[in-house]
């Protein structure tokens, strides 16, 4: 019974040292290194592969880990309780972030997208001070504009971490996101922002 008890003790000990590991200073340090581009990385000592999925009828590509997958109307609904709900939303149950989109009714052209982020920003800035807006940017991607911004917003118990993108797609707006739990940021910044950078148009190619 000793000897089994000790067993116990000793596999407790060496989990809770994996898990300082994980989120090591070091570790984090050393895993930013690597890109999603490489098809693996690790996040967390967890090794996760990726690769461009298709989405939205096949207009986009987008790179993502392989095991996303898309959540339930239901399941979304349960999360998103305001207005304005993700049609579409990935994740997987053991990385702590999500990717989505809205595909608006409102038709904007693309030559005012790069104008259209600041629009945003006001109605997000008004929604109350539990927003905190840090950059924006605006790009091409091939003959679309793209326009983005990273926030922190604030749920009752939790900071988040926001990418927000928006496009014009066949003359309707895009929104696209890519959040997680703001305690994960020195980690999952990085991942974030290379899946922004993936982002491709489809049907003009």
């Not at 895993?31 to 690790?42: L, V």
Request: aromatic content about 12%.
């Amino acid at each position: 019974m000793e000897n089994a008890d000790e067993k116990i003790l000793s596999q407790r000990a060496a989990m809770e040292e994996f898990q300082k590991q994980r989120f090591a200073k070091e570790t984090i340090e050393e895993e930013n290194k690597q890109s999603i581009f490489d098809r693996r990385i690790n996040i967390n000592k967890i090794p996760v592969s990726f690769s461009e999925r298709i989405l939205l009828d096949g207009q986009i590509g987008l790179w993502m880990p392989d095991d996303f997958e898309e959540l339930t109307p239901e399941a979304i609904g349960e999360i998103y309780l305001l207005g304005n709900k993700p049609e579409l939303v990935l994740g997987n149950t053991y990385l702590n972030f999500s990717i989505g989109f809205h595909y608006t009714d409102h038709e904007v052209p693309d030559e005012y997208m790069g104008e259209f982020v600041k629009l945003a920003q006001m109605m997000l800035e008004k929604a109350g001070p539990k927003v905190n807006i840090y950059g924006k940017k605006v790009k091409k991607c091939g003959n679309h504009t793209v326009s983005s911004m990273e926030l922190v917003s604030h749920t009752i118990t939790d900071a988040v971490y926001n990418i927000l993108f928006f496009s014009s797609l066949n003359g309707r707006i895009l929104i696209g996101f890519i959040n997680f739990n703001y305690k994960f940021l020195k980690r999952y910044k990085s991942i974030a922002q290379e899946i922004l950078q993936s982002l491709r148009f489809i049907e003009e190619e």
